[in-house]
């Protein structure tokens, strides 16, 4: 890269090193640098980034969120690993707040005990359950944990585990996961659990009734209610070259697909990404608490 500047300086200077003189390079000539050199990763890995806020209607925060990232590479391959979780405790509830990060703590518990031999023992050694029997157990013991720590409450819970190249993605209630492409394509990965979905899918309401239906917040499924819990469980390509984004209804319920495309294409960066889409939520009146978690695979 150094030797590539000198060389490109010495041809604005029209001669040799010798005779150069020092100019300020213009945005197009940086643009040019920039454009001749492509970044080259020797190994895939993930980068994440996350985003929250209370929003503007709210006086306390319900959601909870947490990001793990590891890498392992060195005798073998290289395997990206990761663990993505929104939950977002049901407003009006008492403990709300308490559930969501009860229902966070207990799965990334449960997962990482799991993993907890391949990702620190040497040899590394594989899980013998799945990554979908995984993440069923670890949902199944949060819903068991609300139900001991925040009677009467209860929280959706999206959570992405990934491995390699696959994610297995754990879903209750109505935070979402998508996954955001460069093309313009936002594509909703997981179905929500609520009434509004539930009347939309048996022809009770059109897609217009649906968006203006006045009970929008009311789940027939969430992490802490009823006697056993039904958690959509599924495995997928990591989507290529696109990013993964988990969030709350706080985001995805007042931004619409383009300004969600836009707020990442115009960041330089995923924390900046996640920056714009918790303000543009803010700016659409922020009626509920917001958090995003946006992953990406590099390399």
């Not at 003189?21 to 980034?49: F, G, R, W």
């Not at 609520?194 to 899918?201: A, F, G, H, P, T």
């Not at 789940?219 to 969030?247: K, Y």
């Not at 969600?260 to 700016?283: E, G, H, K, M, T």
């Amino acid at each position: 890269m150094l030797d590539f500047l000198r060389r490109f300086i010495k041809s604005l200077a029209g001669g040799s090193g010798d005779r150069a003189t020092t100019a300020p390079l213009s945005e197009k000539q940086i643009e040019s640098i920039a454009l001749q050199q492509e970044t080259h990763y020797d190994m895939q890995q993930l980068v994440a980034a996350t985003g929250q806020s209370v929003g503007k209607q709210r006086e306390h925060n319900e959601d909870s969120v947490l990001a793990i990232t590891a890498t392992l590479a060195g005798m073998a391959e290289n395997v990206p690993f990761g663990l993505y979780i929104v939950a977002d405790g049901m407003g009006g509830h008492q403990y709300g707040e308490v559930a969501s990060n009860a229902a966070v703590r207990i799965i990334a518990g449960q997962v990482l005990r799991k993993f907890h031999s391949y990702l620190f023992a040497v040899p590394t050694q594989q899980p013998e359950d799945s990554l979908q029997e995984i993440m069923e157990e670890a949902i199944s013991e949060a819903h068991q944990a609300v139900q001991k720590d925040a009677p009467g409450s209860g929280t959706t819970v999206t959570a992405a585990l990934v491995l390699g190249q696959q994610v297995t993605i754990g879903h209750v209630g109505d935070s979402r996961a998508y996954s955001v492409h460069p093309s313009g394509k936002v594509e909703q990965l997981t179905q929500d659990h609520s009434l509004v979905r539930r009347l939309e899918e048996l022809g009770h309401l059109n897609k217009e009734e649906a968006e203006n239906f006045p009970h929008r917040n009311v789940l027939i499924r969430a992490v802490g209610q009823g006697d056993s819990i039904d958690a959509d469980i599924f495995t997928i390509a990591f989507p290529h070259g696109a990013t993964l984004m988990l969030c709350t209804d706080g985001l995805w319920g007042v931004v619409p697909d383009e300004t969600i495309r836009r707020s990442l294409v115009d960041a330089p960066n995923l924390q900046r990404a996640c920056n714009n889409l918790v303000r543009a939520a803010n700016a659409a009146g922020g009626p509920d608490n917001i958090s995003v978690v946006l992953v990406q695979m590099i390399g």
